[in-house]
């Protein structure tokens, strides 16, 4: 885990620290850390279908360009705009990098 990782408080980041050492010197497993993570590590949050298009508009990019940054298809992004879908996974992530750091910190 890197310092920027967003953590629930002080505490946390320093047993999250010390499991992040244990782990890289192989003393916890990569299960146990994961489960560090889930304790340690603020969830990301969802995106409605109208959160995701007022951060498209809002980033001043089309459906094609917001594809493309996140490497997904066209389809896929007018699906979560419309509400049929709802984003997981790596473009969850990559949605909450760009909603709290802007474009910038994906290009």
Known sequence: MTSKTK???PV???VHETASGLHRKG???KRRMRQYDALCLEPIPAYDSEEIRTMRKK???SQ???A???NTSVSTI???EQGDKKPSGPS??????????GLEAVL
Request: aromatic share 4%; hydrophobic share 65%.
């Open 7 to 9: 953590l629930k408080s």
């Open 12 to 14: 946390l980041a320093a």
């Open 27 to 29: 003393l916890i497993t």
């Open 59 to 61: 980033l001043k990019v």
């Open 64 to 66: 094609a360009v917001l």
């Open 68 to 70: 493309a940054i996140l």
């Open 78 to 80: 007018r699906k979560w």
């Open 92 to 101: 969850l992530k990559l949605l909450n990098l760009l909603d709290r750091k």
